[in-house]
């Protein structure tokens, strides 16, 4: 059995916990909205119109998970829900003006923080790994 600092899933633990949890809690707080939230709200900015179904698929989270958050996002003025012309038992998400200022004011400390670390091929090289990861997760 490995020592847990040499194992894979650990690194990857401290590494998350090193570059978004510690700092994303402190800077999410001031504002009013936890990692999960930002992240859902940055994930309905990029795909307009997307459903809550496709937003569980796209964020890896349970539909109830979904279900709180986008409710959570609603209650904070920072998204709509529009009735799905295609499907009247779906609701698409768009930002809203508020919502988009939230996204534009945190994107770059948020999903940029620690690209300093990495060069531009070592960059290339953990997101396709980490793609890899995630693709065997989502098969499952």
């Known amino acids: 059995m490995h020592r847990i600092e040499e ?44 459903t809550q179904s496709e937003l569980s698929l796209k964020n890896l989270k ?9 409710d959570k996002l609603e209650q904070k003025s920072l998204i709509r829900r529009s009735k799905c012309q295609t499907d009247r038992r779906s609701y698409q998400l768009f930002v809203t ?7 534009d004011g945190n994107w770059e400390s948020f999903f940029n923080h620690g690209r300093t670390v990495l060069t531009s091929e070592e960059e290339k090289t953990l997101s396709h790994l980490l793609e890899k990861l995630l693709q065997e997760e989502v098969s499952l």
């Open 7 to 50: 194992t894979l899933a650990f690194k990857l633990l401290l590494a998350r916990h090193a570059l978004i949890d510690k700092r994303s809690q402190l800077e999410f707080a001031v504002i009013g909205l936890t990692r999960g939230n930002f992240v859902t709200l940055a994930i309905i900015a990029q795909y307009p119109g997307i």
């Open 62 to 70: 349970d539909k109830n998970v979904i279900g709180h958050l986008v």
């Open 97 to 103: 003006d508020k919502g988009q200022a939230v996204v």
